[in-house]
């Protein structure tokens, strides 16, 4: 089948899964003129066999509340592909996980693990619970619950979890310690676990830190760097939070943050004092960012808007799947945005990205601009099957390598003819052609 058909007939055969279907309409886009030149890809079906993912589990959680009452949560783990390497992906915990949203994720996984330059496969899992509003009691029994069916299905040289929206170093390590208990061993099967038990320095900071990198690569391209530039920052996550230190730290100034109700805009900037705030009010306190303009009452507070409205020199969605439309990218053109580097999964919608490359701005999608978090995974997956542990300084030097190097592949395999980079075209057919041959020397399997 052309790519054309393998498109057509995923929509036909998986209906109700839009985030899937428009994760693989923009790789197959991409590398179509690529594929092309190699008819040994088409006689394997090899299109086809790269878009369905190798094995879904689909499984049932149980838990009890605080007050006795029990409750149930769908859980799933999407093993995409392992041509290169273990399984490897996060795990998302939110109400609109649905396994079409994880097929996405899973699906753009593989291309951003292969290109980290590590050999890892591609996956993702996550259940529809919501950490929100529950007791950390209530988090560590769901988290048990999930892994004790997880367990059997994952494993150090198989599959190995980490966090995403939802799950962090608390949920890590409540399913860590599950997973310990359940198999009576002590092995590397998760990562962004907690520094005293094998997890990595520099892992939480990465995905965040990554994203900068890369959007200085860019930048350097045209001559530019970030000091005294403008920069708008969506989430108040993980990501958005190292995000807006290393942003920081370089010299740019943070105008706004999000979380799913609405965003802060600080007119002085969100600076490192600010930014503790934050970081207390979201990890401490798990409270929410509208709290920000009782703090610092000259910042405003939009209810249930994006920031993308606010005029700035550079936009750094971190916080969720299409959440930057057509409309919010003209806004951003119009107000002069020169640059748009994703910390965020896919959070451009197809109309937006158009947007971008018509304006020939400087725009990198997540999969290469925040394969950043799990690059370092890859170095604490490294660190564990060594039995050793490097320090904050070694890794943050490999990540930054590591970015430079997914800038320079990017750049290898999207140039256009005129100059201008097309970041989504470069990174797809990079990460296409790694696994392509991985599979291809690997037989029908
Ligand atoms: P967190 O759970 O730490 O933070 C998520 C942030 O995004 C929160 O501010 C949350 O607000 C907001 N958010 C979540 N869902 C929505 C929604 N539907 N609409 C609007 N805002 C929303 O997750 P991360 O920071 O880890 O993840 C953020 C993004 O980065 C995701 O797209 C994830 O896939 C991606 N990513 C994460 C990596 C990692 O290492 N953690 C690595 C690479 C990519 P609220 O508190 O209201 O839910
Ligand atoms: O989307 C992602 O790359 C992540 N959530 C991190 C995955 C990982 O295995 O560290």
């Given at each position: 089948m052309n790519a054309v058909q393998v498109l057509e007939d995923l929509k036909r055969r998986f209906p109700n899964e839009p985030?899937?279907?428009?994760?693989?309409?923009e790789v197959l886009a991409t590398i179509e003129e690529e594929y092309n030149k190699h008819p040994e890809f088409e006689k394997a079906n090899l299109i086809e066999r790269l878009c369905v993912p190798e094995?879904?589990?689909?499984?049932?959680?149980?838990?009890?509340?605080?007050?006795?009452?029990?409750?149930?949560?769908?859980?799933?783990?999407?093993?995409?592909?392992?041509?290169?390497?273990?399984?490897?992906?996060?795990?998302?915990?939110?109400a609109s996980v649905n396994v079409?949203?994880?097929?996405?994720?899973?699906?753009?996984?593989?291309?951003?693990?292969?290109?980290?330059?590590?050999?890892?496969?591609?996956?993702?899992?996550?259940?529809?619970?919501s950490p929100r509003g529950k007791s950390a009691a209530?988090?560590?029994?769901?988290?048990?619950?999930?892994?004790?069916?997880?367990?059997?299905?994952?494993?150090?040289?198989?599959?190995?979890?980490?966090?995403?929206?939802?799950?962090?170093g608390r949920e890590v390590g409540y399913m860590f310690g599950a997973y310990k208990k359940y198999t009576r061993e002590f092995t590397g099967v998760l990562t962004g676990k907690g520094l005293e038990f094998g997890g990595s320095l520099i892992r939480p900071e990465a995905t965040g830190y990554g994203n900068v990198y890369f959007l200085m690569e860019m930048l350097?391209?045209?001559?530019?760097?970030?000091?005294?530039?403008?920069?708008?920052?969506?989430?108040?996550?993980?990501?958005?939070?190292?995000?807006?230190?290393?942003?920081?730290?370089?010299?740019?100034?943070?105008?706004?943050?999000?979380?799913?109700?609405?965003?802060?805009?600080?007119?002085?900037?969100?600076?490192r004092e600010k930014l503790d705030y934050v970081m207390e009010l979201k990890n401490v306190y798990r409270g929410r960012i509208r709290e920000y303009v009782e703090q610092y009452p000259s910042a405003q507070y939009y209810e249930g808007q994006k920031p993308w409205g606010i005029k700035a020199d550079i936009a750094?969605?971190?916080?969720?799947?299409?959440?930057?439309?057509?409309?919010?990218?003209?806004?951003?053109?119009?107000?002069?945005?020169?640059?748009v580097s994703e910390g965020a999964n896919m959070p451009s919608t197809p109309e937006a990205v158009r947007v971008f490359h018509d304006a020939k701005i400087l725009y990198a999608p997540g999969k290469a601009a925040n394969a950043g978090g799990v690059s370092v995974?890859?170095?604490?997956?490294?660190?564990?099957?060594?039995?050793?542990?490097?320090?904050?300084?070694?890794?943050?030097?490999?990540?930054?390598?590591i970015m430079e190097n997914i800038h320079g592949a990017c750049v290898k395999y999207g140039t256009d003819p005129d100059g201008y980079v097309n970041y989504v075209k470069g990174a797809n057919i990079a990460g296409f052609m790694k696994v392509a041959k991985a599979m291809m020397a690997q037989g029908v399997i």
């Open positions: 985030e899937y279907h428009q994760a693989v309409e094995r879904i589990y689909t499984f049932r959680v149980t838990w009890t509340d605080d007050k006795g009452n029990v409750h149930t949560n769908m859980g799933y783990r999407v093993q995409h592909n392992n041509a290169i390497g273990p399984y490897k992906g996060g795990l998302r915990f939110h079409g949203i994880l097929k996405f994720l899973a699906f753009e996984q593989v291309f951003k693990n292969a290109l980290t330059t590590l050999p890892m496969g591609g996956a993702k899992g996550g259940s529809d619970f209530e988090v560590m029994r769901f988290c048990q619950a999930f892994m004790l069916e997880l367990h059997r299905n994952i494993g150090a040289d198989c599959d190995v979890p980490a966090g995403d929206i939802g799950v962090g350097k391209t045209r001559g530019l760097d970030l000091k005294g530039k403008s920069v708008l920052i969506s989430g108040s996550g993980n990501v958005a939070q190292y995000t807006a230190e290393k942003v920081l730290k370089l010299g740019g100034k943070v105008l706004t943050l999000s979380d799913s109700d609405g965003f802060v805009y600080d007119p002085d900037g969100i600076d750094l969605p971190s916080a969720t799947q299409n959440e930057l439309n057509g409309e919010h990218a003209q806004m951003l053109v119009a107000n002069g945005c020169i640059a995974s890859g170095l604490e997956m490294s660190q564990n099957s060594g039995r050793l542990s490097w320090s904050a300084e070694e890794v943050d030097r490999r990540l930054h390598e």
